[in-house]
């Protein structure tokens, strides 16, 4: 069942190429990129019970990260995505363990990692080096040299290799012993403690990973886009969409996140055929949070396993 | 150092305001021991009534403001008995999400009314200025600062005072001792969401001669109003209101010194230190 499903989901993602369509293209692509974030909150949120308010804080650091190595310092993106990676994961890292430490946990760490995107947020509009409120424009050269492509297939496969990086990541804490630990501590941080597992370390380290993909998403986002400025990088709506794909799906869940974007993007999709509105689909994305809370607080991915129980 | 002394008082005056938003904030955590994510959200729907009143009913705000506060604790009632105690279960990650929710819907649902511009209203006293001393003081602040301490000292005369406020402290210390006296606190949890929210709406009218609403006014307002709590110390009647006039203060200082677009940080920063290095605020217990 479980082979039946995977192999279903990959002749999915599979279907754009084949069809050429760039509508659907564009479509698989922004789904894919949705996936590949709500993966990486999923690591730290859904994995490690680490529930983010300000995820945006690691994307906007990614994707400045490659901006600006370009735009100022005329470096090759293919030097930024890795820097872009380092920076978000130490970033994660650096947060992880000040935070930990003091000890906050629950409603206090969702909201400092809020104030931590608004506060890059801001200084991403007063700085010049980021090109304050009016942001900054990567020079279009197309070719895998500058890792820009106009082929939107060539975007959309760069961008299904990140999901599959993600998931793999998320895989290996269902096997490993890392992935034990941090489960143990999302469960009961005492008893985690009690037998020996290191909390503040094993958390920071969960931040970081999911600040280090998250980043690499936002270095994507920036070479696909061309643009970027303060709202589109650290706005509190980029962070709760990372938040609800991985929600919607199933926090905890491998599967979830890939999940929780196909449908919230299928929900958006044709309701913006009907209605027009800026906000409507937004608004109804609450709608299916509170929903999801409510009936099916695992998520959606978790609807077969509990059929079987 | 004029122009320092007229910033301070400025702050001071805007604190008051933000003194009676966190006093809901603190009233819904002392109590439900709850983080309402919706506070900010539902402030800018106060605001949103209040414009509305205004500017298409020719009501003024002060004028509106017993309307409004009593339209907002029906909402917080209908919104805490209807949506979070029945998505939350009780479970702290179900109503933060749940808190959170309500945030998206209302955020987006202003977006979807009144569309992404930014309102302002324009009261008979929006521009009369009061000479003070060396200072030149706008009258809808002073109007606005002087109103929220007065309903803070309300509020507080209330908790203290009335059985209502016996009750709800008793329910905020000890809510299985609370039900062994006859008190229900699943009703106490829905009056203390309710009047939380019900300071949104008396805040709403307060601000808005003196401020612009807009859709996303709400993020604005979410994180300055948890600063307040924290500063002052989660839960803490006394704290919401020192608080209230030390980030207005803040803010409004910090503007000053370092510019329109970076003065805001003021406020993340202030959150983040106090949160790592004394998560007990100014007058909070001890954990």
């Given at each position: 069942?479980?082979?039946?499903?995977?192999?279903?989901?990959?002749?999915?993602?599979?279907?754009?190429?084949?069809?050429?369509?760039?509508?659907?293209?564009?479509?698989a692509?922004?789904?894919?990129?949705?996936?590949?974030?709500?993966?990486?909150?999923?690591?730290?949120?859904?994995?490690?019970?680490?529930?983010?308010?300000?995820?945006?804080?690691?994307?906007?650091?990614?994707?400045?990260?490659?901006?600006?190595?370009?735009?100022?310092?005329?470096?090759?993106?293919?030097?930024?995505l890795?820097?872009?990676a380092?920076?978000?994961?130490?970033?994660?890292?650096?947060?992880?363990?000040?935070?930990?430490?003091?000890?906050?946990?629950?409603?206090?760490?969702?909201?400092?990692?809020?104030?931590?995107?608004?506060?890059f947020?801001?200084?991403?509009?007063?700085?010049?080096?980021?090109?304050?409120?009016?942001?900054?424009?990567?020079?279009?050269?197309?070719?895998?040299?500058?890792?820009?492509?106009?082929?939107?297939?060539?975007?959309?496969?760069?961008?299904?290799?990140?999901?599959?990086?993600?998931?793999?990541?998320?895989?290996?804490?269902?096997?490993?012993?890392?992935?034990?630990?941090?489960m143990?501590?999302?469960?009961?941080?005492?008893?985690?403690?009690?037998?020996?597992?290191?909390?503040?370390?094993?958390?920071?380290?969960?931040?970081?990973?999911?600040?280090?993909?998250?980043?690499?998403?936002?270095?994507?986002?920036?070479?696909?886009?061309?643009?970027?400025d303060?709202?589109?990088?650290?706005?509190?709506?980029?962070?709760?969409?990372?938040?609800?794909?991985?929600?919607?799906?199933?926090?905890?869940?491998?599967?979830?996140?890939?999940?929780?974007?196909?449908?919230?993007?299928?929900?958006?999709?044709?309701?913006?055929?009907?209605?027009?509105?800026p906000?409507?689909?937004?608004?109804?994305?609450?709608?299916?949070?509170?929903?999801?809370v409510?009936?099916?607080?695992?998520?959606l991915?978790?609807?077969r396993?509990?059929?079987?129980? | 150092?004029?122009?320092?002394?007229?910033?301070?008082?400025?702050?001071?005056?805007?604190?008051?305001?933000?003194?009676?938003?966190?006093?809901?904030?603190?009233?819904?955590?002392?109590?439900?021991?709850?983080?309402?994510?919706?506070?900010?959200?539902?402030?800018?729907?106060?605001?949103?009534?209040?414009?509305?009143?205004?500017?298409?009913?020719?009501l003024?705000?002060?004028a509106?403001?017993?309307?409004?506060?009593?339209?907002?604790f029906?909402?917080?009632?209908?919104?805490?008995?209807?949506?979070?105690?029945?998505?939350?279960?009780?479970?702290?990650?179900?109503?933060?999400?749940?808190?959170?929710?309500?945030?998206?819907?209302?955020?987006?649902?202003?977006?979807?009314?009144?569309?992404?511009?930014?309102?302002?209203?324009?009261?008979?006293?929006?521009?009369?200025?009061?000479?003070?001393?060396?200072?030149?003081?706008?009258?809808?602040?002073?109007?606005?600062?002087a109103?929220?301490?007065?309903?803070?000292?309300?509020?507080?005369?209330?908790?203290?005072?009335?059985?209502?406020?016996?009750?709800?402290?008793a329910?905020?210390?000890e809510?299985?001792g609370?039900?062994?006296?006859?008190?229900?606190?699943?009703?106490?949890?829905?009056?203390?969401?309710?009047?939380?929210?019900?300071?949104?709406?008396?805040?709403?009218?307060?601000?808005?001669?003196?401020?612009?609403?807009?859709?996303q006014?709400?993020?604005?307002?979410?994180?300055?109003?948890?600063?307040?709590?924290?500063?002052?110390?989660?839960?803490?009647?006394?704290?919401?209101?020192?608080?209230?006039?030390?980030?207005?203060?803040?803010?409004?200082?910090?503007?000053?010194?370092?510019?329109?677009?970076?003065?805001?940080?003021?406020?993340?920063?202030?959150?983040?230190?106090?949160?790592?290095?004394?998560?007990?605020?100014?007058?909070?217990a001890?954990?």
């Open positions: 069942m479980n082979r039946l499903l995977l192999a279903a989901i990959v002749l999915v993602a599979l279907l754009p190429f084949a069809s050429g369509s760039s509508f659907l293209l564009n479509l692509t922004l789904t894919a990129l949705s996936a590949v974030l709500g993966q990486a909150w999923n690591i730290a949120g859904g994995f490690g019970g680490l529930t983010s308010f300000g995820h945006a804080a690691f994307f906007g650091l990614g994707a400045y990260a490659a901006a600006i190595l370009q735009t100022k310092l005329g470096w090759n993106p293919w030097i930024g890795p820097a872009a380092l920076l978000g994961a130490a970033a994660g890292g650096v947060i992880g363990f000040c935070v930990f430490r003091a000890g906050l946990r629950g409603s206090y760490f969702a909201l400092v990692t809020l104030a931590f995107a608004e506060g947020r801001i200084l991403a509009t007063s700085l010049d080096f980021t090109g304050g409120g009016s942001g900054l424009f990567v020079k279009l050269q197309p070719g895998l040299a500058h890792f820009q492509f106009t082929d939107r297939r060539v975007s959309y496969a760069i961008t299904l290799t990140l999901l599959a990086i993600a998931t793999f990541a998320a895989w290996r804490l269902t096997k490993g012993r890392f992935g034990a630990q941090l143990a501590v999302r469960e009961n941080e005492d008893a985690a403690r009690a037998l020996g597992v290191r909390v503040v370390r094993t958390k920071a380290l969960a931040l970081a990973l999911s600040g280090g993909l998250t980043a690499l998403a936002g270095v994507l986002y920036v070479q696909t886009s061309l643009y970027l303060p709202n589109i990088a650290f706005s509190p709506e980029r962070s709760v969409e990372m938040l609800l794909v991985a929600m919607v799906g199933g926090a905890g869940t491998v599967a979830g996140p890939i999940l929780g974007a196909i449908v919230l993007h299928l929900i958006a999709d044709t309701t913006r055929t009907y209605i027009e509105t906000g409507f689909a937004p608004m109804l994305y609450g709608v299916v949070l509170l929903v999801i409510a009936v099916l607080p695992g998520g991915a978790r609807i396993r509990r059929a079987r129980a | 150092m004029e122009l320092l002394l007229a910033s301070v008082v400025g702050g001071l005056l805007t604190g008051g305001v933000y003194a009676l938003v966190a006093l809901g904030l603190t009233l819904i955590y002392g109590v439900l021991h709850i983080v309402n994510f919706a506070h900010g959200s539902l402030l800018m729907v106060a605001m949103f009534g209040a414009w509305f009143l205004s500017a298409r009913l020719g003024d705000p002060l509106a403001l017993p309307l409004l506060t009593m339209a907002m029906a909402i917080g009632w209908v919104l805490y008995s209807q949506v979070i105690h029945r998505v939350g279960r009780g479970r702290d990650e179900g109503i933060l999400l749940a808190t959170l929710g309500i945030a998206v819907v209302l955020d987006n649902a202003a977006l979807v009314l009144f569309t992404g511009d930014t309102r302002t209203i324009e009261t008979a006293y929006s521009f009369e200025m009061i000479q003070m001393g060396p200072l030149l003081l706008p009258m809808a602040k002073l109007i606005a600062f109103c929220a301490m007065l309903l803070a000292a309300c509020l507080w005369a209330f908790m203290a005072l009335t059985d209502t406020g016996r009750a709800i402290r329910v905020a210390h809510p299985e609370a039900r062994l006296v006859g008190i229900r606190p699943g009703r106490i949890f829905a009056l203390a969401y309710a009047i939380g929210t019900a300071c949104l709406g008396a805040a709403g009218c307060l601000l808005l001669p003196s401020f612009y609403v807009s859709p006014v709400g993020h604005v307002f979410v994180l300055t109003a948890f600063t307040v709590v924290v500063l002052g110390g989660m839960g803490s009647f006394p704290g919401a209101v020192v608080g209230g006039l030390l980030v207005g203060i803040t803010e409004n200082v910090g503007g000053l010194y370092l510019g329109e677009s970076l003065g805001p940080i003021c406020v993340p920063l202030v959150f983040i230190a106090i949160l790592l290095l004394r998560p007990t605020g100014l007058f909070g001890r954990r």
